[in-house]
């Protein structure tokens, strides 16, 4: 059972930065950010390989957030740096994993995803 634990949640400003952390418990093939406001689904944010680093990014993100996977020890850790905050970013933030490949078309969509972790919180004041 892949274990994954998020870190680097926060509050912050309207145009300011947050990093976030997802460390997992072994390697994963691919990893994601997703996020979620109460009352609405799980949105894709940001995909990534974790071997070849093949991305993809929801367009609301494009150009403002950067996914980027690292090995340690054989086991993968995915960053989500996240510049030019707006408060419709407000959500809680999801690490998620998968042990194969994903159809590109489907990168972005939750349940191709088998394990999560338990969330960090992201608020941006305006």
């Known amino acids: 059972q892949v274990q994954l634990v998020e870190s680097g949640g926060g509050s912050v400003q309207a145009g300011g930065s947050l990093r976030l952390s997802c460390a997992a418990s072994?390697?994963?093939?691919?990893m994601a950010w997703f996020r979620q406001v109460p009352g609405q689904e799980r949105e894709g944010v940001a995909t990534?390989?974790?071997?070849?680093?093949?991305?993809?990014?929801a367009d609301s993100v494009k150009g403002r957030f950067t996914i980027s996977p690292s090995l340690d020890n054989g086991k993968t850790t995915v960053d989500l740096q996240m510049n030019g905050l707006r408060p419709d970013d407000t959500a809680m933030y999801f690490c998620?994993?998968?042990?194969?490949?994903?159809?590109?078309?489907?990168?972005?969509?939750?349940?191709?995803?088998?394990?999560w972790g338990q969330g960090t919180q992201v608020t941006v004041s305006s």
């Open positions: 998620a994993a998968s042990m194969g490949a994903i159809d590109p078309a489907r990168r972005l969509q939750a349940n191709e995803y088998k394990y």
């Open positions: 072994e390697f994963t093939y691919r």
């Open positions: 990534v390989n974790s071997a070849a680093g093949s991305r993809a990014y």
